[in-house]
């Protein structure tokens, strides 16, 4: 029988999950059915039930339901209890495996897709919400020189510098007091959401910088264009969206996709949309 997976969330709809795993069951020779399920705002225990009662194997939780899927998780791994957060279930019985990717997806497209090193570097991580969180623990593993938080709200970010002290290099600092140059920053704030700019000095960006934007999409975002001007080199999301991806497929199945080809695909659907 098909093995069933599927991303759940709210809304779902623009999710490209369904056709990364499909070109990737395509590309192992896995047989596997992937789906898009919609959950109610006040019912996503209800509808991973439903889905596991249905035969379901995994899935891909997505906003606003990475908390849910934490707290439902029976089994966590290391990087989702650091993160938090979970966007990768896998269902076993009744036993319920939570992880988190999304981090390991940033460094894989980071370091094999751009080769770009974080080992010894500077790197500035803009933003303390969800995406921020679940990527200092990846990072720190990378054994960076320095990993230096900046927030709006700059308690949060000391917060979780706090909280992450053991793990590695780890501060925290005001905007207004971020003390450049950076080799490597990266934007996981919701601000290029709404085409704002985070308030970064362009004195952040070193000789040489490489600039991340978790965003993603057809343009190159207010952040990516303003890093551009300081002579960062620049890259956005999609490859993380595609390498997170591959980090649960691979839990699920065993066995990692290529995700070259993946990646341009969905790259040229985004130009050609
Ligand atoms: P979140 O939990 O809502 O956190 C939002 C963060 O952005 C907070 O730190 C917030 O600061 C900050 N922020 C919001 N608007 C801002 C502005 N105008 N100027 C400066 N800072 C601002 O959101 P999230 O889940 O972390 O998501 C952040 C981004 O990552 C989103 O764009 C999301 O699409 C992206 N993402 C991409 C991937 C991928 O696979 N490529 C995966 C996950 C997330 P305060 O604390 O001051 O409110």
């Known amino acids: 029988m098909t093995d069933r997976y599927a991303v759940i969330g709210h809304p779902v709809a623009h999710s490209k999950s369904p056709e990364i795993h499909a070109s990737f069951a395509a590309q192992t020779g896995q047989d596997i059915d992937y789906q898009r399920l919609l959950a109610p705002l006040d019912g996503f225990n209800q509808t991973v039930a439903d889905f596991i009662a249905a035969g379901g194997r995994g899935a891909n939780v997505t906003l606003p339901f990475k908390l849910e899927a934490f707290a439902l998780a029976t089994r966590l791994s290391a990087r989702a209890q650091a993160a938090g957060a979970v966007n990768t279930l896998k269902f076993d019985g009744d036993a319920i495996f939570g992880d988190n990717t999304d981090g390991v997806g940033l460094v894989a497209d980071i370091v094999r897709n751009a080769g770009v090193a974080l080992a010894g570097r ?19 593993q990378q054994a ?16 979780l510098a706090q909280e992450f002290a053991a ?31 985070p308030p970064v000095a362009p004195g952040v960006f070193g000789r040489a910088a490489f600039a991340y934007d978790l965003m993603y999409g057809k343009e ?38 290529a995700t070259a080809a993946v990646l341009a695909q969905l790259r040229l659907q985004l130009q050609t949309q």
């Open 144 to 159: 960076p020189g320095e990993l230096v938080l900046a927030n709006r709200t700059a308690a949060r970010a000391a917060a």
């Open 167 to 197: 793990a590695g290099p780890i501060a925290a600092s005001d905007f207004a007091d971020l003390a450049g140059p950076f080799d490597i920053v990266i934007n996981a704030t919701a601000a290029s959401l709404s085409a704002e700019l």
């Open 220 to 257: 190159p975002t207010v952040f990516m264009r303003f890093a551009a001007q300081h002579g960062a080199a620049v890259r956005d999301g999609l490859g993380m969206l595609v390498e997170q991806a591959a980090e649960s497929f691979l839990l699920w199945r065993g066995v990692r996709p």
């Open 122 to 140: 500077r790197i500035l991580l803009l933003g303390a919400g969800g995406a921020a969180r679940g990527v200092i623990l990846p990072l720190l």
